[in-house]
């Protein structure tokens, strides 16, 4: 694949994300929901894929990434970049330089080649870095301490309704029926996909037009479920990545994930692990999230992680809400973490990332920390839980304590 130049991105011409709320974006990191024409976003319930595809909204990013500019949307990409770490962007760019075979590049579509599918938000747990966007049990939580005058008309409940969407629709899932021929790799992330059980019918209705060998699969499970329909569907495919979202370890993890079970994460993975051992296609990952709550623990994570025989490891930056990544801590926040992630130990494997876990971290715009510490306190309150009991020196880092 020829690109125009070192700063492009191909995911504009092949690729299209859904939302947990049935809206869709270029990508998972885009700022910006797709709109029409009128300037209303496109809902997947009821637009059609060569309608999102050749819109203005998509004919004017094309524009930018071939004139070589970067897209405001792509913030995100940029940011990480800047701090020197591998992008999603670049990360694309390598995983399909030998599917795109295509090297002229217009302001029109391409065949659609990558779907990033977020089938509703429907999830078990209620991440503290998540919210009822992405998660209806962080979203039954907002409602229950909303006024009960209130309840029907707030964002919650509203997001708790719109992620429902792939249940009411049938639109949707004949777009993809009409796409699959195309299609060489897809990501299901969530809310938590194995809790889907539509998606698997999906894929059964690629092995059964007798493509999957063509298709590769990624999965971002929060590795609390063991879905019994996936071996069967899954050993037709040319390759299956589950990764496995594991931010921190032992109550620090039950802790930031709640209603998971640590030990039942260990062993699910285990299961797959086994799994794996007579399954050659099947590829075990972790994506590891860093944010305010995990980033003095990096070290014990990363020596977690060096013992699990994971096939590969990606950390994640982030982004949103703001007040939950690293780049916006206080800046004498910043000076700690910065001398504590310097001077821990490191399997050698992960020490250089942890440099630009740093260096993304030290580039942001350091805040006062209140906002932070609001939040924290909010769901510490709700929770009946304590970041002083759990985790001490983050607490004493950010000066925290529970009202």
Request: aromatic share 10%; charged share 25%; hydrophobic share 35%.
């Amino acid at each position: 694949m020829k690109i125009p130049h070192d700063g492009f991105c191909v995911l504009p011409w092949i690729s299209l994300e859904a939302s947990p709320v049935g809206t869709v974006r270029p990508c998972c990191l885009a700022d910006d929901e797709i709109r029409d024409n009128d300037g209303n976003k496109f809902e997947l319930a009821t637009a059609d894929f060569s309608d999102i595809q050749h819109s203005n909204h998509m004919r004017d990013l094309r524009t930018e990434f071939i004139a070589g500019k970067r897209p405001e949307t792509c913030r995100k990409c940029w940011n990480e970049e800047d701090a020197g770490r591998t992008s999603k962007r670049m990360h694309t760019l390598d995983r399909l330089k030998h599917s795109v075979k295509d090297d002229h590049w217009s302001t029109d579509a391409k065949p659609l080649m990558f779907l990033d599918l977020k089938l509703g938000n429907i999830c078990n747990l209620k991440c503290r870095i998540c919210g009822s966007w992405s998660s209806s049990q962080f979203a039954a939580e907002e409602i229950s301490f909303t006024p009960r005058e209130e309840q029907k008309t707030s964002h919650a409940y509203r997001m708790l309704r719109a992620g429902a969407w792939p249940k009411e629709n049938n639109h949707f899932w004949s777009q993809i029926d009409s796409v699959l021929t195309d299609i060489r790799y897809i990501e299901f992330t969530g809310g938590e996909p194995f809790m889907i059980d539509q998606h698997f019918d999906m894929l059964q209705g690629i092995v059964d037009r007798g493509i999957a060998s063509q298709v590769e699969i990624h999965y971002n499970t929060n590795g609390t479920l063991f879905p019994d329909r996936g071996p069967d569907i899954w050993k037709h495919f040319k390759t299956v990545e589950i990764a496995f979202s594991v931010d921190d370890i032992g109550p620090r993890f039950e802790y930031q994930r709640s209603n998971a079970s640590w030990g039942t994460v260990k062993e699910n993975i285990g299961k797959f692990r086994i799994m794996r051992d007579s399954m050659p296609n099947l590829q075990l990952q972790c994506c590891t999230t860093v944010n305010v709550f995990n980033v003095r623990y990096l070290d014990e994570v990363a020596l977690w992680i060096a013992l699990q025989d994971f096939n590969f490891v990606y950390w994640n930056m982030m982004h949103d809400a703001w007040y939950f990544s690293i780049s916006r801590l206080p800046a004498s926040a910043k000076q700690q973490l910065t001398h504590h992630l310097e001077t821990c130990e490191v399997p050698e494997q992960y020490q250089s990332e942890i440099v630009r876990i740093v260096n993304f971290m030290n580039n942001g715009e350091s805040s006062d920390g209140e906002e932070t510490r609001k939040q924290v306190q909010k769901l510490d309150q709700r929770r009946r839980q304590d970041l002083q009991e759990i985790a001490p020196e983050l607490a004493r880092i950010l000066d925290y304590a529970k009202i």
